[in-house]
């Protein structure tokens, strides 16, 4: 797997260094899409036969499990024309 030079985590701007063991997981959506999906690394959404990446696809970069859960609830914040659970009577 190929680190980037610098990764920060798009949530705590933590920086990765190879020697802390963070792991990376990425999101590839497009802004406003319909569909959020994790993975441990880039190359997961990338061609198999070139390696490029998908153009229209968007990234973060997030250090670990606590920024995944600021990632996804925020997704779900972006579609909140869904119903809404809420706590008032
Ligand atoms: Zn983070």
Redesign the pocket.
Known sequence: MIIPERVQ??????TKEESNGWTVTLESVKPGSAHLTFAESREVFSDPSTGELPGDAFFSD???Q??AH?QLSRWFESHSSAPTATLES
Request: with cysteine; charged share 25%.
């Open positions: 985590c798009d949530i705590c701007k933590a997030l250090c670990g606590e920024c600021t």
